[in-house]
């Protein structure tokens, strides 16, 4: 049994609560975050009771990420795997570059890349715990590849999977030596997290969330290998 935190996991049909319902089904203690009191998750607590820890926390904010961990430190004694799976985009997202308003990026930027490494700082404590190497997994996205990018649009998003990339590149290095820890960031697959049945990604939450855990066990003690990979286990350019 692992102890695992999965950020950004209130919505039903995407990949936070679906990695969430996967770990319990599995048997984990489950830690799953979200901005404000969420139904769903209250749901999955009725029926796998202790659990599921329900934990609030904005990783916008240094605060809040701060006051989750030490609440959760009141709880559980280590954590085995964090997924940084949260994310936010502007409303312009869509928008090419001539009619974005561009004060808009820093705010994706401050919660995709930086909200990351808030959890990763606060919650380090607890990973150090782990009584096996503790993982970090920072789902990024293809779209965060630089030598790699065709697109015109979605610059915000882009550049906040990009710079996510960076952190984890960075913090790989911070870690080298530490046997105890491991990064990773991940493309996770195009899947259907919006819920529509007319969305033409492959994977549904649920089929990608299974493929990402074993995924994720598989390279759990890989310190050598490419830092950015695929859901198929891929080395990604960066
Ligand atoms: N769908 C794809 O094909 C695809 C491809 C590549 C990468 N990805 C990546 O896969 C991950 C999951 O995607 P998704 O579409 O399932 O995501 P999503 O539906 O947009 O869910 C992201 C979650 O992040 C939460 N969030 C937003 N701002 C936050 C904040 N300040 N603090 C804490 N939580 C916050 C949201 O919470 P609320 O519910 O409170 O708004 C939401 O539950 C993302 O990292 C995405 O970039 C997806």
């Given at each position: 049994?692992?102890?695992?935190?999965?950020?950004?996991?209130?919505?039903?049909?995407?990949?936070?609560?679906?990695?969430?319902?996967?770990?319990?089904?599995?048997?984990?203690?489950?830690?799953?975050?979200?901005?404000?009191?969420?139904?769903?998750?209250?749901?999955?607590?009725?029926?796998?009771?202790?659990?599921?820890?329900?934990?609030?926390?904005?990783?916008?904010?240094?605060?809040?990420?701060?006051?989750?961990?030490?609440?959760?430190?009141?709880?559980?004694?280590?954590?085995?795997?964090?997924?940084?799976?949260?994310?936010?985009?502007?409303?312009?997202?869509?928008?090419?570059?001539?009619?974005?308003?561009?004060?808009?990026?820093?705010?994706?930027?401050?919660?995709?890349?930086?909200?990351?490494?808030?959890?990763?700082?606060?919650?380090?404590?607890?990973?150090?715990?782990?009584?096996?190497?503790?993982?970090?997994i920072?789902i990024s996205s293809e779209a965060g590849s630089?030598?790699k990018?065709?697109?015109?649009?979605?610059?915000?998003?882009?550049?906040?999977?990009?710079?996510?990339n960076?952190?984890?590149?960075?913090?790989?290095?911070?870690?080298?030596?530490?046997?105890?820890?491991?990064?990773f960031c991940v493309h996770p697959g195009w899947i259907?997290?919006?819920?529509?049945?007319?969305?033409?990604?492959?994977l549904?939450?649920?089929?990608a969330?299974?493929i990402l855990?074993?995924l994720f066990?598989h390279r759990?003690?890989?310190?050598?290998g490419h830092r950015f990979i695929t859901n198929e286990g891929e080395d990604y350019p960066f």
């Amino acid at each position: 049994m692992q102890n695992v935190m999965i950020t950004g996991a209130g919505r039903t049909y995407a990949l936070g609560y679906n990695l969430v319902l996967r770990y319990l089904e599995r048997g984990d203690l489950v830690v799953a975050t979200v901005r404000k009191p969420n139904n769903a998750l209250t749901g999955l607590q009725e029926r796998y009771g202790d659990r599921l820890i329900i934990l609030i926390m904005d990783i916008g904010d240094t605060e809040s990420v701060n006051r989750a961990a030490a609440e959760l430190s009141g709880k559980m004694g280590h954590l085995d795997l964090i997924v940084n799976n949260a994310v936010t985009v502007s409303p312009d997202c869509d928008k090419e570059f001539w009619d974005l308003n561009l004060d808009y990026i820093a705010g994706t930027v401050n919660v995709t890349a930086v909200g990351a490494m808030r959890v990763i700082k606060a919650f380090y404590p607890l990973l150090k715990k782990s009584p096996t190497t503790a993982l970090i997994i920072n789902i990024s996205s293809e779209a965060g590849s630089i030598s790699k990018c065709y697109r015109t649009r979605q610059i915000e998003y882009g550049m906040a999977k990009a710079a996510l990339n960076m952190a984890t590149m960075n913090l790989a290095n911070t870690f080298k030596d530490d046997d105890q820890i491991n990064i990773f960031c991940v493309h996770p697959g195009w899947i259907r997290t919006d819920g529509r049945e007319d969305n033409p990604a492959p994977l549904s939450s649920y089929e990608a969330a299974g493929i990402l855990m074993d995924l994720f066990e598989h390279r759990r003690f890989d310190k050598d290998g490419h830092r950015f990979i695929t859901n198929e286990g891929e080395d990604y350019p960066f």
